[in-house]
């Protein structure tokens, strides 16, 4: 089994700074790209930002300015660093992984719970 568990949520107020973690565990040979969604209410899921396991990166505008992506591959860990929040931000935030489980198995995406994210005006 493999779980996402993704950590870091909670109410800022506007302007302030988060930083959201993202661990991946159980049977993993391999995590090919991590990623950063938000789903406000009402709205559908958008992508906020990917990485390859090479470090390679992408932050979807217009966030390009105030988040960061980064990526830990022995902890299995992906982190989103995020700034100048504003209410707009406000969303649950979810984690996702493309997974092998085995050599040579499948690339399977996988999904984290999700994390409250609050900013105030």
């Known amino acids: 089994q493999v779980r996402l568990v993704e950590s870091g949520g909670g109410a800022v107020q506007s302007g302030g700074s988060l930083e959201l973690s993202c661990v991946a565990s159980?049977?993993?040979?391999?995590?090919?790209?991590m990623g950063w969604y938000r789903q406000a209410p009402g709205k559908e899921r958008e992508l906020i930002a990917l990485?390859?396991?090479?470090?390679?990166?992408q932050v979807v505008s217009p966030n390009k300015d105030r988040f960061t992506i980064s990526r830990n591959n022995l902890q299995k860990r992906v982190n989103l660093q995020m700034t100048n929040l504003n209410p707009e931000d406000s969303a649950v935030y979810f984690c996702?992984?493309?997974?092998?489980?085995?050599?040579?198995?499948?690339?399977?995406?996988?999904w984290g719970q999700g994390t409250q994210v609050t900013v105030s005006p």
């Open positions: 996702k992984a493309i997974i092998r489980s085995r050599r040579g198995g499948p690339n399977v995406p996988y």
């Open positions: 159980g049977t993993i040979w391999s995590i090919s790209i």
């Open positions: 990485i390859d396991n090479d470090g390679t990166s």
